[in-house]
């Protein structure tokens, strides 16, 4: 019943921000070194809020076999919510707590400097309204590797810059796939 005019206007993103070529290997190193990344390990990185619907703790509770799979993996989570105090529990409890830092919320101005020590973007996320952060580690040459979501439908193109799981074994297969050839990534990077 509404007789106004309704146009869709887009959440507005300036995407060059987080393009890989505005961040020094220095900038990466220092702030790989910030987020207790040790030297030559590849980054399963997480942005966003630390809630329930979010689902990260899927992914920590099956960090334990993956890193026995990829020992040369660190996951790093950034933000604050509800549930940070759980995923350190959880991690400790999981013996994981050195592979996975939980490093809390960073200043949006420097956002960009975060996602661009990420090697892949991962997400158990059951809820998106805008996916935002998807967005945002692809513009950044982060391939996602998320579940699936009917939000995330032109944005994460099957073997294209990513893929979407249905399953934790396609998680894991999907992970440990990509993490195995360096040719994947850097073609799923460029894209």
């Given at each position: 019943g509404v007789e106004a005019p309704i146009e869709v206007i887009p959440s507005g993103m300036e995407l060059r921000r987080f393009y890989p070529e505005n961040h020094s290997p220095e900038e990466i190193s220092e702030t790989r070194a910030e987020c207790g990344v040790p030297e030559g390990k590849r980054v399963l990185l997480n942005i966003g809020r630390l809630a329930r619907e979010k689902n990260i703790e899927q992914i920590l509770r099956i960090f334990p076999e993956l890193h026995r799979h990829c020992p040369d993996v660190h996951m790093v989570i950034i933000g604050e919510g509800p549930l940070k105090e759980q995923l350190q529990i959880q991690s400790r409890e999981l013996g994981v707590e050195d592979w996975v830092s939980i490093v809390g919320a960073k200043p949006w101005e420097k956002i960009d400097r975060y996602y661009a020590i990420g090697d892949v973007f991962v997400s158990a996320s059951h809820s998106e309204t805008q996916g935002l952060t998807y967005i945002e580690a692809l513009a950044a040459g982060v391939p996602a590797l998320c579940r699936a979501d009917?939000?995330?439908?032109?944005?994460?193109?099957?073997?294209?810059?990513?893929?979407?799981?249905?399953?934790?074994?396609?998680?894991?297969?999907?992970?440990?796939?990509?993490l195995a050839s360096p040719e994947t990534h850097e073609a799923l990077k460029r894209r």
């Open positions: 009917l939000c995330l439908e032109g944005v994460i193109l099957e073997g294209e810059n990513g893929w979407q799981y249905h399953s934790t074994a396609e998680f894991r297969q999907r992970l440990e796939e990509f």
